[in-house]
C-alpha cells in the first residue's frame, strides 16, 4: 500500500492546518513502521493475504546467521516474498505454486523486515497463508539434517552423502540402495503438481554402478520410494526430484502399497494439521539382490517421525512426539495398519547402529528414543 503512505505524506505536507484523516482503514502491519515483531524462529498461521495487500513482519539478527523465510500458500495464488533491511530490498521471491522460499547466507546483525505481498491479478478474494521465519545456526545448514545426520554420512562409498534440495540421504555403494534419507515436510511441501514419473540414474562418483530402471523390470518388487512422490507436490522440480534412484529401494508390493503408503498418508496428515514433519528413513538387513548391478532388497525397512511445531532442534522437548516404525520388507501384510510395527527409536538405532537424533541433547534423547507411540 505504499500509494496509500504518499497519500498520507501528501497530506501531511499540505499547507491545511487540519490534518485530513483518510478515508482509508489500514492494516495494522502494512508499513515498516507498524510491522509484527517476531522472535525466531517463527511461525505465523492462518495469516490473510489480499489483493495488493503488504504484510511486514519485522525482526531482528544479533549475530550474522542464514536466514529463512519459507512461504506457504495453500493454493496457487500469486504471492511475493521479499526480505528487506531499512533501506533496501535484499531478496526476492515470486511464485504462484504453493510454496515459494528465501535463503540468504551470512546476513549481518541488525533489523530485517520479511514482506508479504498478494498480487492482486490472481486474488479475487482474501487467502490464508503462512509464514515461516528461522535462522540456519552453523552447525546443520541444511533443514533436511536438522535432527542430525545418523550414521555421519560424508563421503565414504557406503556411507555417501547426498544433500538436495528436496532431501538429503547416505548411499550405500555396497548395497546400491540408500542406508537412509532423510526429509522436513510441512504443508508448504505438498501441493497441486501430478506425479512427475520418471526413474532417473543417480549422479555418483566415476566407476560406481548407476541403479537402473532396469534393475527392477521383473524383479516382483516395487520401485518403492523412501521419500514420497506425494510429499514434494508444490512443484514438478521437487516431485521429478524424489523419482531419482537413490531414493528407491526393491519394496514388496503389500509393503509399499499397503502400510507403508497408508503411514506415508497419516504423515501429510499431520502436516496440513500444521505440524513441522521431521522424517528420517531407511532399510537394513537383506533378502536378496535383483538387476544387473546386484540391487540389495532389503529385508526390514524403517521409518522415524518427529513433530514439531517449529523448525528448530529447541522445539523438541520431553513431550515431542515421535513416531517409530520397522517392518519386514515382504508380501502378505498388505491390509494391516502401520500402527502395528511401532517401535522405539532405541530398537531402531540398534538394528542399524546409527544414532538418530544426535542434536537433540543426550538426556531427551534418553527419553524420546525408548517410548513408543501409542496415539
Ligand atoms: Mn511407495
Ligand atoms: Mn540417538
Redesign the pocket.
Known amino acids: 500500500m505504499r500509494k496509500i503512505i504518499i497519500l498520507l505524506l501528501t497530506f501531511s505536507l499540505s499547507a491545511c492546518a487540519k490534518f485530513i484523516e483518510p478515508k482509508i482503514s489500514l492494516d495494522e502491519n502494512d508499513s515498516r513502521e507498524t510491522a509484527i515483531p517476531v522472535i525466531l524462529p517463527a511461525v505465523e498461521k492462518n495469516l490473510i493475504g489480499t489483493a495488493n495487500d503488504e504484510d511486514f513482519f519485522g525482526f531482528s539478527l544479533i549475530h550474522a546467521d542464514t536466514i529463512i523465510l519459507n512461504l506457504a500458500v495453500p493454493e496457487t495464488k500469486d504471492y511475493s516474498l521479499f526480505l528487506l533491511d531499512d533501506n533496501d530490498t535484499l531478496a526476492l521471491s515470486r511464485n504462484g505454486l504453493g510454496k515459494t522460499e528465501i535463503i540468504k547466507q551470512f546476513l549481518p546483525a541488525g533489523n530485517y523486515y520479511a514482506l508479504v505481498i498478494g498480487e492482486n491479478q490472481t486474488f479475487s478474494e482474501s487467502q490464508n497463508y503462512r509464514l515461516t521465519i528461522y535462522l540456519l545456526d552453523s552447525l546443520s545448514a541444511n533443514p533436511h539434517l536438522l535432527l542430525g545426520n545418523p550414521s555421519d554420512a560424508k563421503n565414504s562409498p557406503d556411507n555417501y552423502l547426498l544433500e538436495k534440495q528436496q532431501f538429503t540421504l547416505s548411499y550405500n555403494n555396497r548395497r546400491h540402495i540408500a542406508n537412509w534419507v532423510s526429509w522436513h515436510l510441512n504443508e508448504g511441501w505438498v501441493g497441486t503438481v501430478a506425479r512427475q514419473t520418471g526413474f532417473h540414474t543417480e549422479n555418483l562418483p566415476a566407476g560406481w554402478y548407476e541403479v537402473k530402471d532396469a534393475d527392477y523390470t521383473g524383479s516382483g518388487f516395487?520401485r518403492?520410494?523412501i521419500c514420497?512422490?506425494g510429499d514434494r507436490t508444490a512443484t514438478a522440480t521437487d516431485n521429478y526430484a524424489t523419482f531419482v534412484l537413490s531414493n528407491i529401494i526393491p519394496?514388496a508390493p503389500d509393503n509399499?502399497?499397503g502400510p507403508?503408503?497408508e503411514f506415508?498418508g497419516y504423515c501429510r496428515e499431520l502436516a496440513a494439521q500444521n505440524y513441522e514433519v521431521f522424517i528420517i528413513a531407511g532399510s537394513y538387513d537383506s533378502i536378496r539382490t535383483i538387476g544387473t548391478g546386484k540391487v540389495v532388497v532389503p529385508g526390514r525397512l524403517w521409518k522415524i517421525v518427529v513433530l514439531e511445531n517449529i523448525i528448530s532442534v529447541s522445539g523438541v522437548n520431553a513431550n515431542t512426539r515421535i513416531i517409530a516404525i520397522d517392518m519386514p520388507n515382504e508380501n502378505g501384510l498388505r491390509n494391516e495398519s502401520w500402527k502395528k510395527y511401532r517401535t522405539s527409536v532405541d530398537q531402531i538405532e540398534s538394528a542399524t547402529g546409527f544414532d538418530f537424533l544426535s542434536r537433540v541433547s543426550i538426556e531427551l534423547q534418553t527419553i524420546l528414543e525408548s517410548k513408543i507411540d501409542k496415539d
Open positions: 516395487d518403492g520410494h514420497p512422490s519394496q509399499n502399497q507403508w503408503a506415508e
